[in-house]
């Protein structure tokens, strides 16, 4: 059974750098084929794919976001961390960790129940 | 990147109804195509991959169809379970981009 639940803060100041953990379970991130990961939906908005990262370290990013996002794994933990630099308020968002499907080059078969994180002063 | 455009961005019918939601994409992208339904305050579900495969576990009242640029989410007979905003998502390529949703309620 999959299961992926995000951790990290609920609010965060503008400029500051938000990181967030995805701890999961019942899939390894060392099988071939399986990745990880992140989407955003800011409040009473639509959903925002922003990274994701696979087996072999491989990483991709929203375009739009790429010089702000990193992506990274711990295997032996199950985890999976995004950091987001220089937090604007039009980054408050439900940020959602998601694992991949494994159909398609890229859709989310088990999400993260969510994390609301508010940016302000 | 690839555009995905919903229509509608709401309907309202009664239980039992057959409702069918849009999703057009600015370029084609195949089948490439998911479906999913994410109820208020809670996580997205998938419910379609491949624009008509059926996710396990889903409903068989639910149905996708459609190829390249055109593709349609069919609820056959709405029930209040149902109550929810339904997003598709291209999964063909990076950036995998959504569309805007469509806001099912009952009438």
């Known amino acids: 059974q999959i299961t992926l639940k995000e951790s990290g803060p609920t609010l965060v100041k503008p400029t500051q750098t938000l990181t967030l953990t995805c701890t999961f379970s019942?899939?390894?991130?060392?099988?071939?084929?399986?990745?990880v990961g992140w989407i955003r939906q800011p409040p009473g908005k639509a959903l925002e794919w922003l990274a994701l990262?696979?087996?072999?370290?491989?990483?991709r990013y929203s375009p739009s976001l790429k010089s702000r996002l990193t992506i990274t794994k711990d295997t032996s933990k199950n985890q999976v961390v995004l950091t987001l630099t220089n937090m604007d308020p039009v980054d408050t968002a439900t940020y959602f960790c998601?694992?991949?499907?494994?159909?398609?080059?890229?859709?989310?078969?088990?999400w993260g129940q969510g994390t609301l994180v508010t940016v302000s002063s | 990147d690839i555009q995905m455009t919903q229509s509608p961005s709401s309907v309202s019918a009664s239980v039992g109804d057959r409702v069918t939601i849009t999703c057009r994409a600015s370029?084609?992208?195949?089948?490439?195509l998911v479906w999913y339904q994410q109820k208020p305050g809670k996580a997205p579900k998938l419910l379609i991959y491949?624009?008509?495969s059926l996710q396990s576990g889903v409903p068989s009242r639910f149905s996708g169809s459609g190829s390249g640029t055109d593709f349609t989410l069919t609820i056959s007979s709405l029930q209040p379970e149902d109550v929810a905003t339904y997003y598709c998502?291209?999964?063909?390529?990076?950036?995998?981009?959504f569309g805007g949703g469509t806001k099912v309620e009952i009438k």
């Open positions: 998601a694992h991949r499907h494994t159909i398609a080059v890229v859709a989310f078969d088990y």
């Open positions: 019942g899939f390894s991130l060392s099988t071939s084929g399986v990745a």
């Open positions: 990262i696979y087996w072999d370290d491989d990483r």
């Open positions: 370029q084609s992208i195949s089948r490439w």
């Open positions: 491949t624009a008509s």
């Open positions: 998502q291209r999964a063909n390529n990076f950036p995998p981009t």
